[in-house]
């Protein structure tokens, strides 16, 4: 939440760049999304053993 704060600004009255912050949205969820799937495949992997 801070760094949403630094964004805005003490007062505001900044604007906050939307696109910059869709954009790492997208980016963390895809991340997230491959990560899950890794551990998917860890998990199957350690039942195997």
Same mark, same amino acid.
Do not use: I, P
């Given at each position: 939440? +801070? *760094?949403?704060?630094? *964004?805005?600004? #003490? #007062?505001?009255?900044? +604007?906050?760049?939307?696109? #910059?912050?869709?954009?790492?949205? #997208? !980016?963390? %969820?895809?991340?997230?999304?491959?990560?899950?799937? !890794?551990?998917?495949?860890?998990?199957? %992997? =350690?039942? =195997?053993?």
């Amino acid at each position: 939440m +801070a *760094h949403y704060r630094l *964004h805005l600004g #003490a #007062a505001g009255s900044e +604007a906050v760049d939307v696109e #910059a912050l869709r954009t790492e949205l #997208a !980016e963390l %969820q895809q991340k997230c999304n491959l990560l899950m799937e !890794e551990n998917k495949e860890l998990k199957k %992997q =350690a039942d =195997a053993v």
